[in-house]
């Protein structure tokens, strides 16, 4: 039987589609009967369900169904309930929830504070005495077939082993090739360590102590709580930002961030969360200072920023299952993953919308739940918001703030940086920031008005801009909010960050972006429908030789046809290029096509979902992966274009007089619509908003068709003919007139078009140096999505 932990427990809560109830009995029936006390009404849950009943002062939830319970998408038989909620699901692993939690019955005086998800409580041990004593190896992972269960996104399934202390041998903690590290005094385990008195072990996001004897719960209120130390942020011409900020934030506390604007609110939230360090002073979490480990304790916290993080094309159920998948450890199965998100969707009230499509069939106060659900996937025990309630109507502006202080009730540390001030009585602090970054008042919101001794919020904003400001107000006290520089714990502890599979990243990115395309009507349209009708277009040029040379050539007036041209009367060579026209015009349209839709279906891409990407790469997910899924999907999408496009262009038309002309020709065009899909990607990359793509677009498109050399000369002209080698469309155009024949020699070496000219070794080259220019712009691409990651 897993066994999770000791408490002293009195009151069993149990939260379900029917409301919340507390129990003060001995034993709970949950089920379908009307005589049940949690009754249900999933279809799939047996008429007496479960049973929750004590067992020597703790409950224990005992399955008596036919369909079976579920915890976590694994069916259980029995489960030891703990302080924090476990959800159950009632006949499968999707089916009804319903989440219980024991209430601890210790004196008011003694009572252990609420801890974030995932933390078991301070001093409570992780090993009964009697496995203890007995000698016998206790397992220890995520999995309920453990003896030791930690239910936290971090610890693996099967995580690590304990071997307790006997008469002559010290206990010793195995790690069980744990995908995120089994920690002892801040060292990583590389098989096995010795347990000494008083060592840290941290497993996931879990701290314990060793007591000689046991493993207790390491997780005082010192440790849940976020202390800011005088933190300041200068910019480099000397103004502040930012001034001296001291304060502490306890568990289970809303705290919301007020001033006016360009009072420094985002630069607090910057700081505070590690995104933009603070430039003097520290931010100390579970006694580490944050700037100097946030790598590790990056993961810990969570940040809904005012955009939403979640693509609207998608519906809940697959945003927060692909979210799922980038951020919880790689050995979580299907199981557990559905689970997951069925459990924070419960906690959002998103239940009922997780079949709807996030841009088109949600509120705008749903859209930020569904952003919020995204953030507890992980359990993190911080969580900041910036402007959630921002164009919402009062009461979505009230939803989402009691949505918050629920969340925060659970143990969390919540801070919200708002404009709104409706519903800031349910904040347990309020920070009022003036003009220039300094604290004018921390405290409970009753307060706020009669500190500053107005009548009213909007009073209140008038008079922090007041230059007086601060002869009008009482000075602050430490007591006031201001925290005492913390000891910082600089004994290791701190686990390194959760290991990345860049392979596991890249399939996952590759399906949600496959997914969005699909979801995106008019994208996929546009996929669909340009090659179309720009290969229809090209039919509008005027003549029946299509592609192909035989019956084009024609010698200007005063010249000679010879086999390589047109022999001037003083001996020169002219070039054909420009006497076959109907396959010199039709070439040129395929250019432009292949160019318009590459550059097209990427240049909206990155700038479009920038806040997703920059808050997926905070929690871990890889540059080089997010790039290359991009290229790869919307690469493709444009070389088929290219293709199809092509074929339409030539169907019925005699094609080039070369063998296996149209494949050569249509193969030049699908590459040329790739590597522009990826300098679409490089200008999604630097453009700052989406209203700059379409002069972008229209700009590349043009300069292509210039350098390509289809419409003038280039070959000969110094620096221009240089310049035009880095133009993709300048190789397209020369592999395909390569095979075409336009070029058949001249005498005249300096102006002389030698890359266009016939034969399948320039043919190869062309396309060689094509695909050199397509790798040279996907690493300036790296590289510019990689900066975008940081920049603000």
Not at 24 to 42: A, F, H, Q, S
Not at 285 to 292: A, K, N
Not at 506 to 525: C, E
Not at 694 to 701: D, S
Request: glycine fraction near 10%.
């Amino acid at each position: 039987m897993p066994w999770i932990g000791s408490a002293v427990v009195d009151r069993l809560q149990v939260r379900w589609s029917g409301g919340t109830r507390t129990f003060d009995g001995d034993r709970v029936l949950i089920g379908r009967e009307p005589d049940c006390d949690i009754r249900v009404t999933d279809g799939e849950a047996s008429r007496r369900h479960a049973i929750l009943h004590r067992e020597g002062g703790r409950w224990t939830v005992v399955d008596s169904s036919s369909n079976g319970t579920f915890v976590e998408g694994r069916r259980i038989d029995r489960l030891l309930v703990t302080g924090r909620p476990v959800t159950l699901r009632l006949g499968t692993p999707e089916g009804e929830s319903v989440s219980v939690a024991s209430l601890t019955a210790l004196p008011e005086a003694t009572r252990l504070p609420i801890v974030p998800p995932g933390q078991l409580a301070h001093g409570q041990t992780v090993a009964r005495a009697e496995h203890l004593q007995a000698g016998r190896s206790l397992s220890i992972g995520r999995d309920p077939d453990n003896d030791i269960v930690l239910d936290d996104p971090l610890v693996s399934r099967h995580h690590a082993r304990l071997d307790p202390s006997g008469l002559q041998r010290p206990a010793i903690l195995h790690d069980l090739g744990s995908f995120n590290g089994t920690f002892v005094d801040g060292r990583r385990v590389p098989v096995s360590a010795e347990l000494t008195m008083g060592v840290e072990v941290i497993l996931g996001n879990q701290t314990f102590r060793w007591d000689g004897q046991q493993l207790l719960a390491s997780a005082t209120t010192h440790e849940c709580t976020l202390y800011a130390d005088g933190i300041t942020t200068v910019l480099p011409d000397g103004r502040k930002l930012l001034q001296d900020a001291s304060f502490q934030l306890r568990p289970s506390s809303l705290t919301a961030v007020i001033g006016p604007s360009g009072a420094g609110k985002s630069t607090m939230l910057g700081a505070l969360t590690g995104l933009r360090p603070a430039t003097q002073g520290r931010v100390i979490w579970h006694g580490h200072d944050l700037y100097e480990h946030y790598e590790q304790l990056r993961f810990q916290i969570g940040l809904v920023p005012q955009q939403d993080i979640q693509h609207p094309q998608l519906k809940v159920q697959q945003a927060l299952d692909y979210a799922a998948k980038l951020r919880l450890p790689p050995d979580t199965t299907a199981a557990e993953r559905t689970a997951r998100v069925k459990t924070v969707a419960d906690q959002l009230q998103l239940t009922a919308r997780l079949d709807n499509r996030i841009g088109t069939q949600l509120s705008g106060g749903q859209r930020k739940r569904v952003s919020i659900a995204t953030e507890l996937l992980t359990a993190p025990p911080l969580l900041f918001l910036d402007e959630p309630t921002s164009g919402l109507d009062p009461g979505l502006d009230l939803e989402v703030m009691r949505q918050l202080r629920s969340l925060a009730d659970d143990g969390r540390v919540i801070v919200v940086v708002t404009h709104s001030v409706l519903a800031l009585d349910l904040c347990d602090n309020i920070m009022v920031l003036a003009p220039g970054g300094r604290i004018a008042y921390f405290g409970p919101p009753d307060g706020v008005l009669s500190y500053f001794s107005c009548s009213s919020y909007p009073e209140v904003f008038d008079l922090l801009d007041k230059p007086d400001l601060w002869q009008r107000i009482p000075a602050r006290s430490p007591s006031a909010g201001q925290a005492a520089a913390p000891v910082v714990n600089h004994h290791g502890g701190v686990p390194s960050p959760p290991g990345r599979s860049l392979a596991r990243q890249f399939a996952t990115l590759m399906s949600r972006n496959i997914a969005v395309v699909k979801a995106d009507r008019l994208l996929l349209g546009m996929l669909v429908l340009l090659p179309l009708i720009l290969g229809g277009l090209s039919r509008l040029v005027p003549g029946e030789n299509g592609l192909s040379l035989d019956g084009t050539s024609s010698c200007p007036t005063g010249t000679e046809r010879v086999p390589d041209g047109c022999r001037r009367p003083d001996g020169g060579i002219i070039d054909l290029i420009f006497y076959a026209g109907e396959a010199n015009q039709r070439l040129i349209v395929l250019i432009v096509a292949a160019c318009l839709m590459g550059t097209a279906i990427a240049i909206r891409e990155l700038i479009g979902e920038r806040p997703i990407f920059k808050r997926e790469y905070a929690v871990g997910l890889s540059t080089s992966a997010y790039f290359a899924s991009k290229v790869l999907v919307l690469g493709t999408a444009a070389f088929l274009q290219g293709l199809v496009v092509t074929f339409i262009a030539t169907a019925g038309l005699p094609g080039p007089d070369s063998t296996d002309g149209v494949l050569r020709v249509a193969l030049a065009i699908g590459a040329l619509a790739f590597t522009m899909a990826v300098v679409g990607l490089v200008l999604s990359a630097v453009v700052t908003s989406t209203e700059q793509t379409m002069p972008a677009l229209v700009g590349v498109v043009m300069l292509q068709l210039v350098l390509s050399g289809a419409l003038f000369e280039i070959a000969g002209r110094q620096v221009l003919e240089q310049v035009a080698w880095l133009s993709p469309s300048r190789w397209a155009y020369a592999a395909s007139a390569s095979t075409l024949g336009l070029v058949r020699g001249q005498h005249d070496r300096d102006t002389e078009d030698w890359i266009s000219l016939a034969g399948t070794e320039h043919y190869l080259m062309d396309l060689g140096i094509l695909g050199l220019l397509a790798v040279a712009y996907l690493g300036l691409g790296f590289l510019l999505v990689r900066r975008s990651a940081s920049k603000d």
